[in-house]
């Protein structure tokens, strides 16, 4: 098998956990709801708000006003009221300062050694920049959706890191724990790895983590995928 | 004085000195032509040439693409016949293997353990991310022309940096060895530092590098800057 030369890493959920911090941040300032549900309905609405933009009804949103908006809908949905501007902003923040699963520093550092490590998330540059800073993560370059001017799955995401690089797409592997994302690489021509990470909807709620075949390397952490390749 | 938040960085020059190695690799591939008078034509040709992209002239092109057509205007000019492509590329891609100056490394370290530092450079982002493994330099974010579709002195790219971070003007501080590339950044509303960087243009050809008084700092290298900010 050829070498890829960059790894591309999607970013929530696959390097980073989301689920525990957003639910504390969610307990400290609106201490009356069901943090879980609404963590998990925060989340389940950023799908559905990046379609509304990329169909052209909404105009073009960075992620952090994407969160904004889902969050307000859902302080109105949770009946939250009276929560100072500063606060709400305070909150929305928390999706820069995730905190990295425990093995993401090390893999990443080990799988730097070799090969060229970036992000491609849909998670705008600003954001990730801070996260990068608040978690340790040794990106060598931020991508982001923000650049493409579109959000994954769509080609031109994928297609532009190889662009970026002047690569062939084939040259380029899309790290990530979700297979809708990795498919959409791989229709591109990239390679893909799968990184396990049951726990991303919280402790008690596994994920299907099990192999389908279709990816170059199925592992169960980014130190075991660099292990894998060698390094 | 309010204190900046993020520091964009000028590259070439600035952080990274290019005269000794693009010197240095057209002498191996091009023994007959005088180095020195060919690595200066070289770089004299980039502002020319990204103003005929800016004009319209020219459509986008990366500064690795600018590089390359200047590369083949010298060669013809300087009567080197019959290099390979293969060898045209690499001569092209040393502009991705800048070396670092002596301070450079150590004084981004100190400024990134209190400040977001960030590229801001009309090199693309594969160019810079290249050289920042090739020479260490650790950097928290790779910002360029390439994102913002404009290249410096364009104002668009100044305020680029603010709007990805989402802060003001005077949030950020440009830090760059050429007083051109400050005035634009500070006509912008950004603070600004100069580096001192004499020998640019090589040893032989020291380069003003008085202190006009209009900056927000006037710095000697990086770690006296980080030793100004106290970091």
């Known amino acids: 098998m050829s070498q890829p030369a960059v ?9 980073v956990d989301w689920y525990r911090p957003v639910c504390a941040e969610v307990r400290r300032h609106c201490p009356q709801v069901d943090a879980d549900a609404f963590t998990l309905a925060w989340r ?8 509304r933009v990329m169909s052209g009804e909404l105009p073009w949103m960075t992620v952090d006003e994407l969160h904004l908006l889902i969050l307000r809908e859902l302080l109105q949905r949770f009946q939250v009221d009276g929560l100072e501007e500063e606060t709400i902003a305070r909150l929305n923040g928390v999706w820069h300062r ?5 093995d ?26 801070n996260m990068a800073r608040h978690a340790g993560l040794p990106w060598d370059c931020i991508l982001s959706a923000e650049i493409f001017r579109a959000y994954k799955p769509d080609p031109a995401t994928y297609l532009g890191v190889a662009g970026i690089f002047r690569l062939a797409p084939g040259e ?3 790290v990530a724990a979700h297979q809708d994302d990795l498919a959409a690489a791989r229709a591109c021509g ?9 726990e991303e909807y919280g402790p008690r709620r596994p994920k299907d983590v099990s192999d389908n075949g279709l990816n170059t390397f199925h592992a169960g952490s980014l130190v075991s995928l660099a292990d894998m390749l060698g390094v």
Chains 1, 2 share one sequence.
Request: aromatic share 10%.
């Open 7 to 15: 790894l591309a890493f999607d970013v929530f959920g696959t390097v």
């Open 44 to 51: 389940a609405g950023y799908q559905p708000a990046m379609r």
């Open 98 to 102: 995730l905190d990295p699963w425990p």
């Open 104 to 129: 993401s520093v090390e893999g990443l550092r080990r799988l730097k050694s070799k090969y060229m490590i970036c992000t491609l998330s849909n998670g705008n540059i600003g954001l990730l920049a």
């Open 172 to 174: 380029v592997m899309m």
């Open 190 to 198: 990239l390679k893909t790895a799968y990184i396990e990470r049951p």
